[in-house]
């Protein structure tokens, strides 16, 4: 058990190295990772589910102690990203399934990723964890609405169809995780360091699967692509973060909001766009995948680094913190 924990906290550390390994391989040689394409879905939901047993019903309280905080967190989220999504898609003049793979990611909730990297920058991961649980649960209302009035105009959306997919791919599965963990917690603590683990696997797989299906389209927009992709979470990280400023929050609250703000359930994106959209639409959604952990490990050493101006560190901060 011991040696599965650090190999665990080993492929966690390194995440970003191995996604773009794999996507790299999977780029070069399609036929390693296309098996995993058709379950992609199937990948999502072991990765939330993983989520959820994490979670304890007693860790929604959060949400209702601090709702100013998430209030604000939450419509910066749901505002910020798919605005950016929208204007660069236009701005670059995106073929209708690139178009709609951005929005989708603009859409869709806080990734959990964000919440380590929020702990890594000092930040309030309090905060962070509340502004994911809460973007998750409106997720399968918010998603398609926001996805089907800006991607409108690029391709057909079916609302029903999609809220029906996150609430499968996503709610569904973090419920019965939660579960589990309110009934066998003591077991569950024992195995929950190895969750990362199966995590990193499970998304891997799902960026190899992407770019293994997608190469050659990859291969032809792929540095637009990337550059939009860029711009669309580097953006996020920097208006967030402004807006949270703005707002005179402290710097441990606009270090969550500015990374939450920023990272994506990429996942999500990647596993939606391939089901209504398409492989090429699922494109952004992988490349995402591999840049915000590169972004997220640069940026949350930076704000822990430059900017450290609380004086305690972020797995303290209370809800009372100013």
């Known amino acids: 058990m011991k040696s599965l924990e650090k190999l665990s906290a080993f492929i966690s550390k390194y995440m970003a190295v191995f996604v773009i390994l794999v996507a790299a391989i999977a780029l070069i040689q399609p036929w390693t990772f296309k098996w995993a394409a058709p379950k992609i879905t199937i990948l999502l939901g072991i990765v939330m589910f993983g989520m959820g047993m994490t979670l304890r019903l007693r860790d929604f309280k959060l949400v209702f102690q601090r709702p ?90 079916s609302l029903a169809a999609m809220m029906m997919s996150i609430v499968q791919v ?21 195995i929950v360091k190895l969750l990362p683990l199966v995590s990193v696997v499970a998304i891997v797989l799902i960026v190899g699967g992407v770019v293994a299906i997608s190469s050659q389209r990859i291969l032809e927009t792929g540095l637009l692509i990337m550059l939009v992709v ?61 840049w915000h952990n590169i972004s997220g490990s640069l940026a949350a050493n930076y704000l822990s680094s430059r900017m450290n101006k609380d004086p305690e560190p972020a797995a303290y901060q209370t809800a009372d913190a100013e």
Not at 86 to 106: Q, R, S
Not at 126 to 149: D, E, G, N, Q
Not at 255 to 268: C, P, T, Y
């Open 68 to 157: 100013k905080d998430v209030f604000i967190g939450a419509l910066a989220q749901f505002t910020i990203m798919p605005a950016l999504a929208w204007l660069l898609a236009k701005g670059f003049g995106l073929p209708p399934e690139l178009a709609a793979g951005v929005i989708l990611v603009g859409t869709c909730p806080g990734g959990t990723s964000s919440n380590v990297m929020t702990y890594l920058a000092r930040g309030d991961v309090a905060l962070s964890v509340s502004m994911t649980m809460t973007t998750t649960v409106l997720a399968p209302i918010v998603t398609p609405l926001l996805t089907w009035w800006l991607a409108g105009e690029w391709v057909e959306i």
């Open 170 to 190: 996503v709610i569904l599965p973090i419920v019965l995780g939660i579960v589990i963990n309110s009934f066998f917690e003591e077991t569950v603590q024992k």
């Open 230 to 290: 860029m711009l669309h979470n580097l953006l996020g990280y920097s208006i967030g973060f402004l807006i949270a400023k703005a707002l005179h929050m402290n710097v441990a609250k606009a270090k969550a909001i500015s990374i939450e703000v920023g990272m994506q359930n990429s996942g999500l994106a990647t596993s939606l766009a391939m089901l209504h959209f398409g492989a090429a639409a699922a494109i952004p959604g992988a490349i995402f995948s591999v």
